[in-house]
């Protein structure tokens, strides 16, 4: 009998880091829960991070994953967001890990293409998607649909070897 493996999706951000659980059970997908951590702009950056760390290892424990995706880093013009954004991103791949789970790692375009069908869908495109494949999910921001758009391309890509998954790249 098979069971159903529950995937955290993570879309990092040093505002706004989207939180996404789902569960597959073969070809099928269901809705857990979804949500955004916060963190506080009028702290330094050091305390922000804990912010996020602090966030989303209660997400960690409160949804009991099994496994854990988070998005590559898109790359900015500006060095100094790109830097924040990065640092964001360890704290969403050191959460994960802390907590034994194996956690790969997907770029925006793979997760677009999987989820909508073109690796150069909108914000809105995402959102209708992840409505039509799990009709009972709900989201309060475009982070957490995002977030649950990775889970979907994990459960998707799983089977590939996880050594290989963090070298999965764009479309």
Not at 3 to 12: S, Y
Not at 81 to 105: F, H, I, W
Request: hydrophobic letters at 45%; glycine letters at 10%; a positive charge.
């Amino acid at each position: 009998m098979m069971t159903p493996i529950r995937i955290l999706g993570i879309d990092p951000g040093l505002r706004r880091t989207g939180w996404g659980v789902i569960e597959t059970l073969g070809n099928r997908l269901s809705f857990i829960a979804s949500g955004t951590v916060t963190s506080d702009n009028r702290l330094e950056l050091a305390r922000r991070l804990v912010q996020l760390h602090d966030g989303l290892a209660e997400v960690v424990q409160r949804q009991a994953p099994m496994e854990a995706a988070v998005e590559l880093t898109f790359v900015n013009k500006d060095a100094g967001a790109t830097l924040k954004l990065g640092q964001a991103r360890g704290v969403a791949l050191l959460v994960p890990s802390l907590a034994g789970l194996q956690v790969a790692e997907y770029a925006p375009n793979l997760v677009k293409k999987t989820v909508v069908g073109t690796g150069h869908a909108e914000k809105e495109q995402i959102r209708a998607m992840v409505k039509v494949l799990m009709p009972k999910a709900v989201f309060n921001s475009d982070d957490a649909a995002d977030a649950l758009a990775i889970a979907i391309c994990h459960a998707h890509h799983r089977k590939a070897p996880l050594g290989r998954l963090a070298q999965v790249g764009g479309v």
